[in-house]
């Protein structure tokens, strides 16, 4: 090209720019989703009793997911420098252990639909789907274990420690909001709410697999792994507040229950700004509503509830939250990915902060 030519080329629009970007992010989670899926499936045990084990474990792997988190780890670990090779094993785990979770909180909650799917208790039944989900548990191990002679066995074991501990920080987060329903918690403020989501979504969802990647792509040496906490943070906290605005839009896309987090309990945060907006009259009606069990609601409640959280302005600043998380994690950023050179897998993780409202 002509060097009066590249100056007559305009610059691309904002709404040009964030097109680009979003089809960026989509074909890298198509890629580096297909790849998961492709070396997972090779993890995917068979045999007696497939009927009642092996095809049920494999269900929610072969679902179409967004495929996130494996492809947070791959791409953090080439914006390093390291290769997808490198890089897909950890992945892997990092999938199956977050659709064990799936399993298991899907039966906790009483959900029904899962990736635009009945729930795997739904098809099969409680028991067998929670011992499926324990057998993805300990499926999640075998690509870290097969790691050992990629990386070394101080390597390996401390990427293993890593995962244990997430799991860890994913239990107790998901204890705290089945605590808060148990016991019909409601009096909560942003700070709680934050607290539970840092445990149980964005450990697993955005920090793990930012910090296993900068953990291959170092070999283990000096890589500072405290700021991907924050940046994790700040990313997986506004994706998951929009995850909570998602499930009251009626969107075939999303691929879960309408409305399944106010059948369920789940004090998300629109939830605690309504009630923390609401009158004495609107508190004691909201306490006694999901004081009831789940089968007890009816559209008619939830109807209620969602006309409360408009009145009283819980999306906007449900919304608003959410975008200045994402804004907060793009700081994080640029502390972080700032000195690399440009690549595709930086613009994606960069991406990320948009792709989240708009997928």
Same mark, same amino acid.
């Given at each position: 090209?002509?060097?009066?030519?590249?100056?007559?080329?305009?610059?691309?629009?904002?709404?040009?720019?964030?097109?680009?970007?979003?089809?960026?992010?989509?074909?890298?989670?198509?890629?580096?989703?297909?790849?998961?899926r492709?070396?997972?499936?090779?993890y995917?045990?068979?045999?007696?009793?497939?009927?009642?084990?092996?095809?049920?474990?494999a269900?929610?792997?072969?679902?179409?997911?967004?495929?996130?988190?494996?492809?947070?780890?791959i791409?953090?670990?080439?914006?390093?420098?390291?290769?997808?090779?490198?890089?897909?094993?950890?992945?892997?785990?990092?999938e199956?252990?977050?659709?064990?979770?799936?399993?298991?909180?899907d039966?906790?909650?009483?959900?029904?639909?899962?990736?635009?799917?009945?729930?795997?208790?739904?098809?099969?039944?409680?028991?067998?789907?929670?011992?499926?989900?324990?057998?993805?548990?300990?499926?999640?191990?075998?690509?870290?274990?097969?790691?050992?002679g990629?990386?070394?066995?101080?390597?390996?074991?401390?990427?293993?420690?890593?995962?244990?501990?997430?799991a860890?920080?994913?239990?107790?987060?998901? @204890?705290?909001?089945?605590?808060?329903? /148990? #016991?019909?918690?409601? $009096?909560?403020?942003? +700070?709680?709410? =934050?607290n539970?989501?840092?445990?149980?979504?964005?450990?697993?969802?955005?920090?793990?697999?930012?910090?296993?990647?900068?953990?291959?792509?170092?070999?283990?040496?000096?890589?500072?792994?405290?700021?991907?906490?924050?940046f994790?943070?700040?990313?997986?906290?506004?994706f998951?507040?929009?995850?909570?605005?998602?499930?009251?839009?009626?969107?075939?896309?999303?691929?879960?229950?309408?409305?399944?987090?106010?059948?369920?309990?789940?004090?998300?945060?629109?939830?605690?700004?309504?009630?923390?907006?609401?009158?004495?009259?609107?508190?004691?009606?909201? @306490?006694?509503?999901?004081?009831?069990? /789940? #089968?007890?609601?009816c $559209?008619?409640d939830i +109807?209620?509830? =969602?006309?409360?959280?408009?009145?009283?302005?819980?999306?906007?600043?449900?919304?608003?939250?959410?975008?200045?998380?994402?804004?907060?994690?793009?700081?994080?950023?640029?502390?972080?990915?700032?000195?690399?050179?440009?690549?595709?897998?930086?613009?994606?993780?960069?991406?990320l902060?948009?792709?989240?409202?708009?997928?």
């Amino acid at each position: 090209m002509s060097r009066s030519r590249a100056k007559t080329r305009k610059p691309l629009s904002t709404a040009a720019a964030k097109a680009a970007m979003s089809s960026l992010v989509a074909e890298t989670l198509e890629e580096y989703g297909s790849s998961t899926r492709e070396v997972l499936s090779g993890y995917l045990p068979s045999g007696y009793p497939s009927r009642y084990l092996y095809e049920l474990l494999a269900d929610y792997p072969q679902r179409s997911g967004k495929m996130m988190r494996p492809s947070i780890c791959i791409a953090t670990a080439r914006a390093f420098g390291a290769n997808k090779t490198d890089a897909i094993r950890c992945a892997v785990a990092i999938e199956l252990l977050h659709n064990a979770m799936l399993v298991h909180d899907d039966i906790q909650d009483g959900s029904a639909m899962r990736r635009g799917k009945p729930t795997l208790h739904v098809m099969h039944g409680v028991p067998l789907a929670i011992n499926a989900g324990d057998a993805l548990f300990l499926l999640s191990l075998r690509p870290l274990f097969d790691n050992m002679g990629l990386f070394g066995s101080l390597l390996g074991l401390r990427i293993l420690r890593e995962m244990e501990a997430v799991a860890w920080h994913s239990l107790e987060g998901q @204890a705290i909001e089945l605590g808060w329903i /148990r #016991e019909n918690v409601l $009096e909560l403020d942003d +700070a709680d709410y =934050l607290n539970m989501v840092l445990k149980k979504t964005c450990w697993l969802a955005t920090i793990h697999p930012s910090r296993i990647g900068a953990l291959i792509a170092s070999r283990g040496g000096a890589v500072n792994l405290e700021p991907f906490i924050r940046f994790g943070f700040y990313l997986g906290a506004a994706f998951q507040i929009q995850d909570d605005l998602l499930n009251i839009a009626p969107d075939r896309r999303y691929g879960k229950e309408l409305n399944g987090d106010l059948l369920e309990g789940k004090r998300s945060l629109l939830l605690i700004h309504a009630y923390r907006q609401s009158s004495a009259v609107e508190r004691t009606r909201l @306490a006694s509503l999901f004081r009831r069990p /789940r #089968e007890r609601r009816c $559209e008619a409640d939830i +109807a209620w509830v =969602l006309s409360l959280m408009a009145r009283h302005g819980s999306f906007e600043h449900v919304g608003k939250f959410a975008h200045a998380l994402a804004g907060a994690a793009l700081d994080q950023f640029d502390s972080i990915y700032g000195n690399l050179p440009p690549s595709r897998d930086k613009a994606f993780i960069h991406g990320l902060a948009n792709w989240i409202f708009n997928r």
